[in-house]
């Protein structure tokens, strides 16, 4: 056997909080710290762990969930088989997919009517509904504890220096304040985190930048589009800040680029969903999206729901098996993603080559298949008096592109737009341009630079 790798420690001269007043060193967590430090002393060494050992270890915790839900959950008491006591991958399969519709429809009754003892207390979590309805879930303690701890592996994986100070600009509700000020880094001692709103503009987002200089900043990929094309454009540096981390959008290749060639900054991206927590980090060494398998059993299904092999885009369908307060089992996210094979960084945990975005967000091509629309090239929009754009298919053969612009597109201009956009799609669409002063972000706060709003099958 192989040596477990050292701990990682936090960057700089982070250390943990001290639970002993006047006592200057070593640091006495105190016990919910000490519990968080025990989960991700663990974490770091389970992230080496081969595959197969990972999964036999979902399976286990899984079948305890299965079990769980089968006595306590109305919504799966006839869905789950009768209790086995040992889980297999054969019978795994056989449970059935849950669409977010069925959940939707199932209300309460996923509601778990009792809980093991120490997964108390809960708590409710409602997610915005880009699609327009919400879902309503509850997470447990230890559902929150593992997801606390999976986030700060992501971050150790990374070298952050919890001390520094940090920003988010995100989704702000009465019901959604964001995380507390000076809690980011959990267990130990962190600098203080400061939340923006993301409905304000661009220019109040720099400014406000500019005014907190925060070390770090989380934000949507397409806000850190929006800042970076800003700042060149008024020749702005944002030298304060050393990392971009980006969540809730498929981050572009371009996005990227920008921000690397105008604001000299990497951008670390992760995959997560409201109701599910963080599901994929960014490999530190590679690059590409690791599954926290410890937390959530994540598979990427076929059409005809086998699994698909590295390479192959299928719909994203995960369990997360630390939440018995509102079970999802083998839960249909309604996101695509591209299977990945082992990675080269040497960690066990599965891959996610490219997360590939939401069936509405796909093309739909006259003949009824559906492919991704702008998965190389965004070139379309190269001009630079193009703020902001929104492509909206409206019917098999019709699309309305929407355009924010900085001065009015001359004939030729519009020309050339609306060519490169039918080559980038490689189908001749009718495209109708129609001019704007914004373009909204949805209900979640996330933006869709393409939507279809031809009819989707459920
Ligand atoms: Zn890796």
Not at 5 to 24: D, H, I
Not at 200 to 221: C, F, H, K, M, N
Not at 342 to 366: D, F, K, S, T
Request: net charge neutral; proline share 7%.
């Amino acid at each position: 056997m192989s040596e477990p790798p050292a701990v990682k420690r936090p960057a700089g001269e982070g250390s943990l909080a001290s639970a002993l007043p006047e006592f200057a060193w070593p640091p006495f967590p105190g016990d919910a710290a000490a519990s968080m430090l025990a989960l991700v002393y663990q974490l770091e060494e389970t992230q080496w762990w081969p595959a197969r050992r990972l999964l036999a270890r979902q399976l286990e915790q899984a079948a305890a969930l299965v079990e769980h839900a089968r006595r306590n959950v109305p919504f799966y008491r006839t869905r789950l088989p009768a209790s086995d006591r040992r889980m297999t991958w054969k019978a795994w399969r056989r449970i059935p997919v849950t669409s977010r519709a069925e959940l939707q429809h199932a209300g309460e009754s996923l509601f778990a009517r009792s809980l093991p003892p120490g997964h108390a207390p809960v708590q409710p979590v409602r997610t915005s509904g880009s699609t327009g309805r919400p879902l309503a879930t509850l997470t447990s303690a230890p559902a929150s504890a593992l997801g606390v701890a999976i986030n700060l592996r992501g971050l150790l994986w990374h070298e952050v220096d919890f001390s520094a100070r940090a920003a988010s600009i995100r989704r702000v509700t009465e019901h959604e304040p964001g995380p507390a000020p000076g809690s980011w880094g959990a267990c130990f001692e962190s600098g203080a985190h400061v939340v923006g709103d993301v409905r304000r503009s661009v220019g109040d987002q720099v400014e406000w930048l500019i005014a907190e200089r925060p070390r770090y900043l989380l934000t949507y990929p397409t806000m850190l589009d929006a800042i970076a094309r800003h700042c060149e454009e008024r020749g702005l540096t944002l030298d304060f800040i050393d990392r971009l981390s980006s969540f809730g959008e498929v981050l572009d290749p371009a996005v990227r680029e920008r921000c690397r060639r105008v604001l000299g900054l990497e951008i670390i991206d992760s995959y997560s969903a409201q109701e599910t927590g963080v599901l994929t980090s960014q490999c530190p060494e590679r690059g590409a999206q690791h599954v926290a398998s410890e937390a959530v059993l994540l598979e990427v299904l076929d059409e005809s729901g086998r699994a698909c092999r590295p390479g192959r885009v299928g719909r994203v369908v995960v369990t997360c098996l630390a939440n018995f307060a509102s079970p999802l089992i083998r839960y249909d996210i309604g996101d695509y993603a591209e299977a990945g094979g082992a990675c080269a960084c040497g960690r066990g945990l599965p891959v996610i080559a490219r997360i590939a975005g939401r069936l509405r967000n796909m093309l739909l091509l006259p003949d009824g298949t559906r492919r991704w629309p702008f998965s190389s090239t965004l070139e379309f929009a190269a001009n630079d008096a193009i703020r902001q754009f929104q492509v909206v298919q409206k019917s098999a053969e019709t699309l309305e592109a929407r355009l924010v612009v900085s001065r009015p597109l001359g004939g030729a201009e519009q020309e050339a737009f609306v060519k490169a956009l039918v080559r980038a799609l490689r189908h001749p669409f009718r495209v109708e341009l129609r001019f704007l002063d914004a373009i909204a972000r949805g209900a979640g706060g996330k933006y869709e630079d393409f939507l279809c709003e031809v009819p989707l099958p459920d």
